[in-house]
Nanobody
Framework: QVQVVESGGGLVHPGGSLKLSCAVS????????ISWWRQAPDKQRELVAS???????NYVDSVKGRFTISRNNAENTGYLEMNSLKPEDTAVYLC???????????????WGQGTQVTVSS
């Protein structure tokens, strides 16, 4: 089995910064892409950023230049560094990892429970 656990959320003032972590554990044969999503009240879940195992990253336009996604392949961990935070960034941030376990022929997606980020003065 695979577990995905996010951490690092909290309350921050506008203009502030947070760094989220996504720890992936279990019987991991290979971890492919990691992505961060966010879910705000009464809004659809939104893909914020993703990164491949080779380090190629993509971002939604609203966070380009402010957020940076990264990963540590040796530790099966992903990160989302968020700077210049705005109130509209307030949401639950969820990590999704695409993982092939030791017993499987194909990779599948695993979600974490999410971590709350609140940007407010």
């Amino acid at each position: 089995q695979v577990q995905v656990v996010e951490s690092g959320g909290g309350l921050v003032h506008p203009g502030g910064s947070l760094k989220l972590s996504c720890a992936v554990s279990g019987t991991i044969f290979k971890m492919y892409y990691i992505s961060w999503w966010r879910q705000a009240p009464d809004k659809q879940r939104e893909l914020v950023a993703s990164i491949t195992s080779g380090g190629i990253s993509n971002y939604v336009d609203s966070v380009k230049g402010r957020f940076t996604i990264s990963r540590n392949n040796a530790e099966n961990t992903g990160y989302l560094e968020m700077n210049s935070l705005k109130p509209e960034d307030t949401a639950v941030y969820l990590c999704k990892a695409n993982v092939q376990t030791g017993a499987a022929y194909f990779a599948r997606d695993y979600w974490g429970q999410g971590t709350q980020v609140t940007v407010s003065s």
